[in-house]
């Protein structure tokens, strides 16, 4: 049963405060995803990764910045967190492939709240 | 570019009835389709996808490349189905990555 873990289900923070959000998957999967959902707007794609060291710019990136230092874990950095990064942000794994289509396996996500 | 379209934010239903969510695509490639649930308190997870052509706990959804549609059925609707559900559209980038474009979702309300 694939497990994707966040390190913490909610988090407060100041404004201009460095934030890490840490995700980690136990299925060896390549893909793996940062989104935040906010009511209304749905889900969006903020970076993602399909292997390690490896980085593409999803729809909404500015003011983040991914790390992917070992297959499993895949970390979310906001630089100076501002208020209008309070939202519920959730990582999601995959297989890597162009055969197919890879079903996502999320985390139970991390409601980050700046104040 | 991708777009997925859920028009309704809030579908409230009595048990029993039928349900239609709605979900509409734009892509200049072949669609792949999916919706994703969110039962309350739950993490997100894969519902159905078109290519298998199966129904999971009574729902269905036919993909209509003609009117760019991939709706969201069940015949009879149950107060455990209340959720979020959001319709996904598959692609892949650049890099050869998998990626899912997410509609905003539609918030179904089961009344018993």
């Known amino acids: 049963d694939v497990k994707v873990t966040q390190s913490s289900r909610y988090l407060v923070k100041r404004t201009g405060e460095k934030v890490f959000l840490e995700c980690v998957q136990d299925m060896d999967h390549e893909n793996m995803f940062w989104y935040r959902q906010d009511p209304g707007l749905g889900l969006r794609l903020i970076y993602f990764?399909?292997?390690?060291?490896?980085?593409e710019k999803g729809d909404i990136p500015e003011g983040y910045s991914v790390s992917r230092e070992k297959k499993e874990r895949f970390s979310l950095i906001l630089e100076s967190a501002s208020t209008n990064q309070t939202s519920m942000y959730l990582c999601?794994?995959?297989?890597?492939?162009?055969?197919?289509?890879?079903?996502?396996?999320f985390g139970p996500g991390t409601r980050l709240t700046v104040t | 570019a991708q777009r997925v379209t859920q028009p309704e934010k809030l579908l409230s239903v009595f048990k029993g009835a039928p349900v239609e969510l709605k979900c509409n695509y734009s892509?200049?490639?072949?669609?792949?389709l999916f919706w994703y649930v969110q039962y309350s308190r739950q993490r997100l997870q894969l519902l159905l996808r078109h290519i298998s052509r199966e129904s999971i706990k009574g729902f269905t959804a036919d993909l209509n490349k003609g009117e760019t549609s991939f709706h969201l059925k069940k015949p009879f609707a149950q107060e455990e189905d209340s959720a979020m559900y959001y319709c996904a559209l598959g692609r892949y980038s650049g890099a050869g990555s998998y990626q899912l474009t997410f509609g905003k979702g539609t918030k179904l309300s089961v009344i018993p």
């Open positions: 990764s399909y292997d390690v060291k490896m980085k």
């Open positions: 892509y200049s490639g072949s669609p792949e």
């Open positions: 999601a794994s995959s297989l890597y492939g162009r055969e197919g289509d890879y079903e996502q396996y």
